[in-house]
């Protein structure tokens, strides 16, 4: 049997079922392959070699961007492997093709500490101000979705996810389940953090229990990504903050943060849940440009008059 879009099927079958890969991966090689499938009209898979291929790369580099370009081709580079692996190819075609390109490096946005500061500062204060049981329910709900966003460093789909079981405040230790289902074990360092926390949980429990998730709404629903984005947006508004704060710059400024205070990148790596360190290694730049930022505005050279 040597039907392209059969094995292409039966791959993506084998990524699902046995690979055990997320939705939002499995959709992505979906794309991947349908479009290298649209590309190259073979029906044949041995009539895939490393000159179509090659051909194909071409025609990324004409039309994506790097990263996408970066991920089509791992895409495309995971089928061939696995067609090789089980024997479907005596010889994966990629093997003969060099694949080359410069990836421009994107720094990550992150927060000064000090706009978060002043932000965390806004939410207790609509907390002590608020006139209505109803108000101050949600500023604590909203001050515990803040605090464990820059204390942990969770992507914003960890913290809506979370299950009151994946939560022992008692010992401080969160389980956060991860992309490609990893699971990491996650402490909770700072003990404001923690309090706030468990105020919240206990405030919130028969909500909590209806709903089966750590976060939610005075209805007893789960919280989603829009309204963790809804709770930055209106407390940048009232803090005066003029710049845009996504959730995922509160995990950019965790690490960064970590990172210039010396702390182990394999440290680091770890408790964001990355699979490899290069993933990492992004933000040494943020570090690095920071340093240079004070070597050039704080040397003491600059202040020699020769």
Not at 280 to 290: C, D, G, P, Q, S
């Amino acid at each position: 049997m040597n039907d392209l879009h059969t094995h292409i099927d039966q791959y993506l079958f084998y990524c699902e079922h046995q690979k055990m890969l997320n939705d939002k991966t499995l959709h992505a090689y979906r794309i991947d392959l349908a479009q290298f499938e649209d590309y190259i009209r073979k029906d044949r898979i041995d009539e895939v070699d490393s000159t179509l291929i090659e051909d194909y790369l071409v025609h990324l580099h004409q039309t994506y961007q790097p990263k996408t370009v970066k991920r089509k081709i791992a895409s495309i580079k995971a089928f061939f492997h696995y067609l090789e692996f089980r024997d479907i190819l005596k010889q994966d075609p990629f093997r003969k093709v060099q694949v080359k390109y410069r990836e421009p490096i994107i720094l990550p946005k992150i927060i000064p500490l000090n706009v978060i500061e002043t932000l965390l500062q806004t939410v207790y204060a609509q907390r002590r101000t608020a006139t209505t049981k109803y108000q101050r329910r949600n500023a604590l709900r909203d001050a515990a979705v803040l605090e464990l966003l820059f204390g942990t460093g969770m992507r914003i789909s960890e913290v809506c996810s979370l299950k009151p079981q994946d939560i022992d405040l008692e010992n401080g230790v969160i389980l956060i389940h991860g992309k490609g289902a990893k699971e990491r074990r996650l402490q909770i360092g700072n003990q404001d953090v923690a309090n706030i926390l468990t105020e919240y949980a206990d405030d919130y429990s028969h909500e909590i229990d209806k709903a089966g998730y750590f976060f939610v709404n005075q209805s007893g629903h789960p919280y989603s990504d829009q309204a963790v984005r809804r709770i930055i947006s209106k407390y940048a508004s009232l803090s005066g903050i003029g710049m845009h704060i996504t959730p995922h710059m509160f995990r950019h400024t965790f690490a960064t943060s970590l990172l210039e205070s010396d702390v182990d990148i394999r440290y680091i790596q770890e408790m964001l849940g990355h699979s490899s360190i290069t993933i990492t290694e992004i933000y040494t730049h943020v570090a690095t440009a920071k340093q240079r930022d004070i070597l050039r505005t704080k040397h003491p050279r600059n202040h020699f008059k020769v």
